[in-house]
């Protein structure tokens, strides 16, 4: 399906760095290599609009796009969209809305607000719809080599089979177990080999959206839909799989173990990055517990969707944090004094502002040190006479392609 509009990344003068980024598998910090470089970031279930959660999300994953062009790498970027899945078809059963129609509605919505705040699009952005054909092949695949069975019409995983399964998230069979039912697994389903194994497919419900395929009528499970988008367009050990914490066991686990098996190769993603979740009166922000910031209520009551963007880049992007009223006056204030600044005629020198931006960036997407640099270089400019007629461009520009913040 189409992406969104990409915007313009001025190209800045040097080179930037090599990008370290915290690699959950690992639990450290790691070089995410050079030469061309390739990411898949998991994408929405379109049952409702974007809040702050996933925009934060959306734009830690802009910011490794961005160091990496920065760095002279040119960039494959990958997304899903789960546009068939549970949560949508519950919604759309609550309500009595045509399921296609949320979808496709709400699948806007979320264009729309990655433009306003200069999300990166996609070079291949993919719905679980489209990818039916290849997802029934795989597991077509999974079931000749051993490693899916039946339960009935319905097929599922064995995660005995991935002798790699376990290595993404680290946890232990408890910490499993209690998340697989927490996210979308079904562990106490009799018949299944393994309560951890899950499902791949599932048969045809009265009343369910189906495909017609050589598995027999249903539709795809979850893990399995970004497992092959993700292979199928990147192959395997690519540099950075991305999401949200809520996604490192059971979704990124399982996706893993499903590419691992099918091609017989390891690692699947040579970094599995995931984002802390931004909370709002101490609960995950969430569509399900509906205590959520929608970046286009924002948009509509004439936010700057710069001072959003901001606002979301001044924490660390892998801790949980709180989304908290005074964030926005801050960032608009902030972005207030950046604009003073390079409407200046002459400024002080911005290159070692870059350079330090560049090495904040660098490191695990320090933001906050990267925002300070820039502070420090406005307060500097809106201080002084201005000495360099370059710098305002400068600092516009690179406060333009690292951070994506139009000034
Ligand atoms: N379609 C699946 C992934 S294949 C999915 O998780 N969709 S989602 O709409 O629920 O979430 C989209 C992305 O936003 C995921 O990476 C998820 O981890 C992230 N996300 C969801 N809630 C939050 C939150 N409160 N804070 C930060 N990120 C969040
Ligand atoms: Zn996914």
Known sequence: MDAWPTCDVPQLPGSGR?????????QALMETGSGPARMYVCGITPYDATHLGHAATYLAFDLVQRVWRDAGRTVHYVQNVTDVDDPLLERAAHTGENWMSLAEREIQLFRDDMTALRVLPPDDYIGAVEAVPEITEAIGRLLDDGAAYHVHDDIYFSVASAPGFGRESNYD??????????????PGQTGKKDPLDPLLWRAHRHGEPFWDTPLGRGRPGWHIECSVIALNRLGMGFDVQGGGS?????????????????????????????T????????????????????????????DPMAVRLALLDGHYRADREWTGGRL????????????AVALDSAPDARPMLETVRERLADDLDTHGAIAAVDEWAEAALASDGLDPEAPTLARSTVDALLGVAL
């Open 329 to 340: 006056p801050a960032a608009e204030a902030r972005l207030d004094r950046w604009r003073a």
């Open 18 to 26: 090599p990008l370290r980024l915290f690699d959950t598998a690992q």
């Open 276 to 303: 802390g979740m931004i909370g709002l009166d101490g609960e995950k922000m969430s569509k399900s517990r509906g205590n959520l910031v929608l970046v286009s209520k924002l948009r509509a009551a004439r936010i």
């Open 246 to 274: 809520d996604l490192i066991f059971p979704h990124h686990e399982h996706s893993a173990a499903h590419a691992e098996v099918l091609t017989g190769q390891a690692p699947f993603a040579r970094a599995y990055v995931h």
């Open 173 to 186: 069979r408890d910490t499993m177990l209690r998340l697989f039912a927490e996210r979308g697994g079904d």
